[in-house]
């Protein structure tokens, strides 16, 4: 595991061909449109890390027959494309035997990874709920309205143990980084919304909180 260095510039790798995390993340947040590619846990990233790089195969044909499989198995297009140049500072790690479950969905992560990850989704989940209260509005009342419901919402929140009460606290926790990570893993169906929360709720809530928390 290292970054590609500048003697090996060019390498395949799998990309979800319809992802639509970069348009949801450009519609956001502004910005270039950023390819989603597979790393080691079977996730599709825009980037690898030192602990979760990147899968990279030397050879265009089998880097074609895996994605091939990884197709058939995520019942999702995949498509192999290139990297290079601008590319060389990602972290990536040569496809082995070892990797192959990472063709067919994404990994277990441990019991303690699990935890996290679980609390993480609620707290993802709570704030949605707290943006979502505020309808939408259209009007300077209306705007004044959906603060009060989102108070309430908050407030509602903390008491489940979520959050200190403001809803402030809920708007800038859904305009970052973590947040655009977490509502893609639940947009690819890798996490699953709460009762009263659908797929289509989630770009709206945090555009909501895109507006509350300037």
């Known amino acids: 595991m290292k970054p590609i260095s500048k003697a090996l510039s060019l390498y395949s790798v799998l990309c979800l ?15 270039s449109l950023s390819q989603r590619m597979l790393n080691i846990n079977g996730r599709w990233v825009a980037e690898g890390s030192a602990t979760a790089p990147l899968l990279v195969w030397s050879s265009l044909e089998v880097a074609e027959v895996d994605a091939a499989k990884a197709s058939e198995a995520r019942r999702k297009p995949v498509v192999v494309r290139q990297i290079g140049g601008s590319d060389i500072e990602r972290f990536i790690t040569p496809f082995g035997p070892a990797h192959a479950p990472a063709l067919l969905g994404y990994l277990p992560v441990t019991a303690t990874a699990a935890r996290k990850l679980e609390a993480d989704r609620k707290k993802l989940m709570g704030y949605f709920s707290v943006m979502l209260a505020a309808g939408s509005p259209e009007s300077e009342a209306d705007a004044q309205q959906a603060m009060t419901d989102m108070k309430a919402a908050a407030h509602k929140l903390r008491l489940a143990g979520i959050g200190n009460g403001s809803w402030m606290t809920a708007a800038q926790g859904l305009t970052g980084k973590w947040a655009v990570e977490m509502a893609s893993r639940v947009l690819d169906g890798e996490l699953a919304c709460d ?13 909501t909180a895109k507006r509350f928390a300037r």
């Open 195 to 207: 009762p009263g929360i659908a797929p289509a709720d989630v770009l709206k809530a945090m555009l």
């Open 17 to 31: 061909a319809d992802h639509g995390g970069p348009e949801r993340e450009q519609a956001l947040y502004g910005g």
